[in-house]
């Protein structure tokens, strides 16, 4: 899902208004969300207090530095602007800031006075565009390197951060979507915890005379549910772990393009009642011709039903052609 990140912007304000509308602009052309001190509203909290909450609600932290350093806050002697800053450092907060270039500073002066520029608190604003320059910045001579900062370094940072970000209603799973979900999870849970749930196996017969005499083995497949609830939409797959071996023809199963594994599907209207054996056809194997092959022969079944309240049962057995007999090696229930 898209997440839409909450970029908190930070600047002196008379000075840099035109310089905040173009952040606003470009966060919203890449799809996010501004915030700033043009959405405060009076309250019992000190404006400090108020930025501090903001930052900590958003995901960047954006500095707009001009040629002013700020109002001063009485305790601390710097800038809101500065002790901003500092709190997002302080917080670990992404941040970078755009920094007005002298030559666009200087036409600022020009049309605008020397209220762009600061007067009297010259070596803060200095201490503070040194700290700011030092870390992740870029330099501005109009608003559409305002606007092209914003875009790339987002685009940068949904790279490198794993933000919480804000995501829209519509991306998000519906109520009838989450209901249905957990009705699933109920049922599922009570099947285990009531210990109701189908116990599919298998039997194999070495059908003898067929195609025998060319050193093909016919295989017949029968399934039976020995649990007592029905097994819905059930699937097997018969994989040959000797080496030498191939899946000659089945009339019912999908033989996989290596040949050495074959798949039988009940298809999901059909399902397999308790203690009713279900005939899966058979399969026929033949040695790949020039090869050598063993006398025995080793099959790995995996047995898999929709509502099976673990993953699936795997089943070995080994096949003797001289002896015609069929025996179980192992038996597991694998629940990863």
Not at 202 to 213: A, F, S, T, Y
Not at 256 to 285: C, F, W
């Amino acid at each position: 899902m898209r997440k839409k990140l909450q970029v908190f912007i930070s600047s002196t304000f008379n000075d840099l208004i035109e310089e905040r509308q173009a952040a606003v602009e470009g966060i919203l052309n890449a799809g996010h969300i501004p915030a700033g001190m043009e959405l405060f509203k009076s309250g019992n909290e000190s404006q400090l207090e108020t930025v501090k909450r903001w930052i900590d609600e958003s995901d960047v932290y954006l500095l707009i530095l001009g040629g002013r350093y700020g109002t001063i806050e009485p305790e601390s002697g710097k800038s809101y602007t500065h002790l901003e800053y500092e709190y997002a450092l302080e917080k670990k907060i992404p941040l970078f800031a755009v920094v007005i270039k002298d030559s666009a500073l200087d036409r600022k002066l020009s049309t605008q006075g020397r209220e762009v520029l600061e007067r009297e608190n010259i070596p803060r604003y200095d201490e503070f565009k040194d700290l700011v320059t030092s870390r992740i910045c870029s330099f501005f001579e109009d608003n559409k390197d305002i606007k092209l900062a914003i875009h790339d370094t987002l685009a940068d940072f949904q790279t490198r951060y794993d933000f919480t970000g804000w995501i829209s209603g519509k991306d998000l799973p519906t109520v009838n979507t989450l209901i249905g979900e957990n009705a699933e999870l109920k049922a599922k849970l009570e099947v285990i915890q009531n210990n109701k749930y189908p116990d599919v196996d298998v039997n194999i017969q070495l059908i003898k005379g067929i195609n025998e005499q060319i050193g093909h083995l016919t295989l017949s497949m029968n399934y039976i549910n020995r649990g007592n609830i029905a097994a819905k939409y059930f699937t097997s797959l018969v994989t040959l772990v000797n080496e030498g071996w191939e899946v000659h023809q089945s009339p019912h199963w999908n033989i996989h393009k290596d040949r050495r594994t074959a798949q039988y599907s009940t298809g999901p209207n059909t399902i397999i009642y308790p203690l009713v054996p279900s005939d899966a056809g058979y399969i026929e194997i033949k040695p790949l011709n020039g090869i050598k092959v063993t006398d025995t022969i080793v099959l790995s079944i995996s047995l898999m039903a929709e509502n099976m309240p673990i993953r699936y049962i795997q089943k070995v057995f080994s096949i003797n052609r001289s002896e015609g007999k069929v025996r179980l090696l192992e038996l597991e229930a694998n629940t990863k």
